[in-house]
């Protein structure tokens, strides 16, 4: 798995993106600017060639996939993100993962697999821990919970940096997230 590297080779990968001009995200920002503006012509009919360079440029085809195979009962399987109600054994069974599912008239089923490596399960429940944390912080506007899962998530910042950076990020996206400053 490509993300993987991130998690197994961290110094590599910082040092493998400093020599990126521009990063990564820079060019998805300059894609996304120009992506807009094609977006903004009534005229369009065919998706912007730049959605290719973006990545996810076939989401909307695998979701018309997914909801064709609901509603016309296909008993397809799609890899999705749902609550995994016991298919992988010895997890949770209200964690969300992304895994095959068969998808018919009522709703998606995840498939049973196998139990995951041991070796996977630290990475894996650091990065639930990080996500559950996150929304729940989302949701309740609570500083607390965030600064958690930020100390929680394997790429995050050190504990000294983490309320600096909270601080910085809250501030900066103060208009879209009012929940942490009532």
């Known amino acids: 798995n490509y993300y993987l590297h991130y998690f197994y080779d961290t110094q590599y990968k910082i040092e493998e993106q400093k020599k990126w001009p ?3 995200a820079e060019e998805v920002m300059a894609l996304e600017k120009d992506l807009l503006r094609d977006y903004a012509n009534p005229e369009l009919v065919e998706p912007p060639a730049e959605l290719m360079q973006r990545g996810g440029a076939y989401y909307s085809t695998a979701a018309t996939q997914l909801l064709n195979a609901h ?7 799609h890899v999705v993100n749902v609550p995994q109600r016991g298919a992988v054994p010895g997890w949770p069974e209200g964690w969300v993962l992304e895994m095959p599912c068969r998808v018919d008239k009522a709703g998606v089923h995840p498939l049973p697999a196998e139990p995951l490596p041991e070796v996977c399960f630290g990475l894996i429940a650091r990065v639930k821990s990080y996500e559950m944390l996150t929304a729940q912080a989302a949701v309740t506007g609570n500083r607390d919970l965030l600064y958690e899962a930020m100390l929680a998530h394997p790429l995050g910042p050190s504990m000294g940096q983490i309320k600096p950076v909270m601080d910085d990020l809250l501030q900066t996206h103060k208009a879209w997230l009012p929940q942490f400053w009532k």
Do not use: A, F, T, V
Not at 71 to 77: F, I
């Open 71 to 77: 509603y016309n009962n296909l008993g397809e399987m």
């Open 22 to 24: 521009p990063s990564r």
